[in-house]
């Protein structure tokens, strides 16, 4: 039998987790190579038995990503994409799967959608919401790009981005908010407090099933439960029901995209239940060593090579 190939798709910045998965990979006999999504004109795709899409990271800077990934879908032939091409063109942007979910009845954190282009002033959320704690993100992002906290008390307005923290005397003298209206379709969400004692947890799916799951928490004068800005990750050991709660949002997506290889779906606990922040079902890090999920990994890509 020939000695099969995994291809990994990648925009310049593989995950933590690439190196010690490749070393799996390949103490089970499969090579894994990287593909530069930018630079795959001449690649022979019919030499490898799968392609995974995870390594794409900072496909949000990237404009004419959907379009290379739909290009691909042509070339690709017999070989399958993992995820799927229909989960990735759903994943890509949170205005279509978090939504539709919404829609479904799951408990998404409040919000409120817009368009971009669309005549609304932060004045306006706040009288339509009564948040005066909510924060601002582009429907296509991912860490933490474009994405700020706004804080309103009386007349002042303070506004955090990750590492930028401006304040305004009177709401309308910053065009923070107009400024990405003009640049994409945008979210606003309730900002959940829990998030600063409880953290956010993420349960990891792999193969179609949970596997384990993840806190995540804030570091101090943070608001962001990212390692990157000073959080940590801990294993978690999640209960029953926080597990069933997160099968029930599995179940929705699986039955409408069909397989997982892999997915994550992030919550934040309040003082009563779980609320979903968001699912990471294109390029999420899957905390694969901390959940001690490695060989269950490749035993699940094992399953999918033609
Ligand atoms: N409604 C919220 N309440 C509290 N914290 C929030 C809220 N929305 C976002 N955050 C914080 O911002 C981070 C990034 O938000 P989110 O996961 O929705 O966006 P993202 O662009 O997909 O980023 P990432 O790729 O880092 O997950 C979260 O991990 C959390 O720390
Ligand atoms: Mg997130």
């Known amino acids: 039998m020939d000695p099969k190939c995994i291809g990994f798709l990648y925009l310049g910045e593989t995950h933590t987790e690439f190196t010690a998965l490749a ?53 690709l032939g017999h070989v399958p994409m993992t995820n799927s091409f229909s989960v990735i063109r759903a994943a890509i ?34 009288g339509k919401t009564g948040w005066h ?4 993100k582009p429907t296509v992002s991912s860490k933490n790009w474009n ?20 304040s305004f005397r009177d709401i309308k003298t910053n065009n923070v908010f107009t400024d990405l209206m003009e640049l994409c379709d945008v979210c606003v969400q309730q900002f959940m407090p829990e998030i600063f004692s409880r953290g956010e947890l993420s349960f990891v799916f792999i193969d179609n099933e949970f596997s384990h799951a993840i806190r995540k928490t804030v570091a101090p004068n943070n608001w962001l439960a990212h390692e990157f800005f ?21 179940t929705k997506l699986d039955q409408k995209y069909g397989d997982f290889l892999y997915a994550r779906i992030d919550a934040i606990p309040d003082n009563r239940r779980l609320l979903l922040l968001e699912c990471e ?26």
């Open 93 to 126: 942007d949170k205005a279509n799967y978090l939504r539709e979910l919404e829609l479904a009845g799951v408990d998404l954190i409040p919000t409120v959608w817009l368009k971009r282009g669309e005549s609304i002033t932060l004045e306006e959320i706040i």
């Open 230 to 250: 000073g959080g940590n990750n801990e294993y978690y050991q999640a209960t029953a029901n926080e597990i069933s709660w997160a099968e029930h949002i599995f």
């Open 147 to 166: 994405a700020y906290r706004v804080v309103v008390n009386g007349n002042e307005i303070q506004i955090v981005k990750a590492d930028i923290n401006m």
């Open 281 to 306: 079902l294109m390029v999420p890090r899957l905390f694969l060593n901390e959940g001690h999920a490695l060989e269950r990994y490749v035993q699940a890509m094992k399953k999918r090579l033609i």
């Open 23 to 75: 070393r799996c990979l390949s103490a089970h006999g499969i090579e894994s190579r990287l593909i530069d999504l930018t630079q795959c004109r001449s690649i022979q795709w019919d030499e490898y038995s799968l392609i995974n899409v995870r390594e794409c990271r900072g496909y949000h800077r990237h404009p004419d990503f959907s379009s290379k990934i739909d290009d691909l879908k042509s070339k």
């Open 133 to 136: 704690d909510f924060v601002v």
